[in-house]
DNA sequence: TTTTGAGTTGTTCGA
DNA sequence: GTCGAACAACTCAAA
């Protein structure tokens, strides 16, 4: 019995619930939707990765995929009756438009007397599972981390996929125009040449290493993970006994708490989801706009901050301490909504997801799942000194300031007449900003 | 129900 | 130069 594997963000063939399903039922039509509206959000670099992904992806599998461009609801049903499938075998998409999508493609399936099944997830432990004892959501990571490593899984074994080649009815896929970013290489021998070789070779060093932007410290799994080239449950099921590998389980643990706060959450997307941080004043005038489209342009003057926006224009890819300064940069030197930003990244990202890109702003902002702090504001300066102390990655990324010192290169200003002239001055004071900053945090807190 | 302890990622100031 | 305290108040989780 011929069936369908609609394929959505598990770019992958192996240790996958849907098309070990599907196997089951006898030969099986691979198919991907390009949905416009992921088209308009997406950006090209992410684009360019997914496309690429695809390709490799077909290729596996003896150009078997069948690639459509349009409603998902138009064009699952279509391809179903063309091939005369009698089910139809997805992951389940946990974010809100892939719920609703999903809703909607069930229900048009079922007048046509065809089932869609969702069988595994792109997570370890589906959003929504963890509870308290009371049945609500658990809000706070470290609880959420102590129950998600309470609960079993098991992966989806193994299978001999029976391609049933229909490529006949496939369309190109949708031109994008160019990207200069050089991103991660695409497929699955890709992801496992990489991870392999990092963690051998960096995992043991990764609680302190992650945070060294100049260091090859973080595994750059997230590119596949965002498509499900790789499965978390595979990166987690073997790893060593140590300390390094204790704090990688916990970060692959925040991938998920943040899918479960959205899951229960779906309005926090571009909300705050903390209602309270809603009086919190931002600027959103003409002025406010200037220092955003600064800050897009890596024009800050504070080189940590630019060297940030630079890499990710450059490669797609940002390294996670630095993701975390240039959004503090934004939010609370510059006082702009961190809606701006977030947005800016899941343009350029090719790791862009939702749920962790947007949770992770809200972390910055003050508006999400920490009770943060009002006064952790960080300082440029003092994180760039501190977690690239050799001025490496400043180097890397901005040539124009490469000939500093260690001590001057994460604050040209201070060289004073000796300021490199191709650098552009601080645009904002930090000392101020960061006063007005916690003005405005605490004005909220005495609310 | 009440109480208690804790909460990813920080900075500054003064001793 | 190093180190500990202060920076608020609140919400959440669990006993």
Known sequence: MT???????????????????????????????????????????RLQFLFGTLRELDARMGGALVIRVGDPITEVV???QAVGAKAVFANRDFVPYGQSRDEKVAKALQSIGVHLVRADSPYVVDPGTIRKDDGTAVRVFTPFYKRWQQ???????????????????????????MTTAILPDVGQDAAWSRWNGWSAQHLAEYKDSRNLPAVDGTSMMSPYLRFGVVHPRQLISDLPSHAGADV??????????????????????????QAKMD???????LAAKKRFAVWCEARTGYPIVDAGIRQMLAIGWMHNRVRMIVASFLVK???????????????????????????????TAGTGTDASPYFRVFNPFGQSAKFDPTGDYLRQWIPEISDLDDEHIHAPWTLG????????????????EREEALARYKAVSGK
């Not at 609609?6 to 949905?35: H, K, M, Q, S």
């Not at 009086?279 to 005038?285: A, E, G, I, N, Y």
């Not at 007449?417 to 101020?432: G, I, S």
């Open 151 to 177: 609960v079993p899984w098991q992966s989806a074994g193994t299978y001999e996929p029976d391609w049933l080649n229909t490529a006949s009815m496939s369309v190109e896929l949708p031109e994008i125009g």
């Open 279 to 285: 009086v919190l004043p931002v600027d959103t005038d």
């Open 3 to 45: 069936s369908i594997w609609w394929i959505r963000r598990d770019l992958r063939t192996e240790d996958n619930g849907a098309l070990g399903a599907a196997c089951a039922e006898g030969p099986v039509v691979p198919l991907f939707v390009v949905d416009p509206i992921f088209l308009q959000h997406a950006g090209v670099p």
């Open 417 to 432: 007449m000796l300021v490199p002239k191709n650098y552009p001055a601080p645009m904002v004071d930090h000392a101020t």
């Open 78 to 80: 279509a391809v179903t």
């Open 333 to 363: 030197d510059l006082h702009v909504p961190w809606q701006w930003g977030a947005r800016f990244f899941m343009k350029h990202l090719v790791d862009g997801d939702i749920a962790s890109n947007n949770h992770g702003w809200q972390w």
């Open 248 to 273: 990688f389980r916990s970060e692959i643990a925040w991938r998920e708490f943040y899918a479960d706060v959205l899951f229960h959450r779906p309005d926090s997307m571009w909300k705050n989801l």
